[in-house]
């Protein structure tokens, strides 16, 4: 996941800034990499649909970060999916909590 983040934020989608970036930066003074993301987050949901993005572009990225495996394309996508899908249900209550360790 954290490689797709990478990948989205080459193409100006950034999901690790957020009206909560002090809380998120505390909790990273602590742990790994930890984004939270809010339903403003919502306006990326057109670039994060996979039908946009070509398996053979992420399995480049995901290869020039060193993950170099027969469906690692098809992994880059699914990850799309979940984050599009994930970030899409979200209320306006709601923060997704995204860790990576």
């Known amino acids: 996941m954290l490689h797709v983040l990478?990948?989205?934020?080459?193409?100006?989608?950034?999901?690790?800034?957020?009206?909560?970036?002090?809380e998120s930066a505390a909790i990273n003074t602590v742990h790994d990499l930890t984004a939270l993301i809010t339903p403003?987050?919502?306006?990326?949901?057109d670039q994060l649909d996979p039908a946009g993005h070509r398996e053979e572009e992420l399995a480049a990225h995901?290869?020039?970060?060193?993950?170099?495996?027969?469906?690692?394309?098809?992994?880059?996508?699914?990850?799309?999916?979940?984050l599009g899908d994930s970030i899409?249900?979200?209320?306006?209550?709601?923060?997704?909590?995204?860790?990576i360790h």
Not at 62 to 81: I, K
């Open 6 to 22: 990478s990948y989205l934020a080459e193409r100006d989608v950034d999901l690790e800034q957020s009206e909560f970036d002090a």
């Open 40 to 45: 403003a987050h919502k306006r990326f949901l």
């Open 62 to 82: 995901l290869e020039e970060m060193g993950l170099d495996f027969e469906e690692s394309g098809m992994a880059g996508l699914d990850a799309l999916t979940l």
């Open 88 to 99: 899409f249900e979200l209320r306006d209550d709601q923060v997704l909590l995204l860790q």
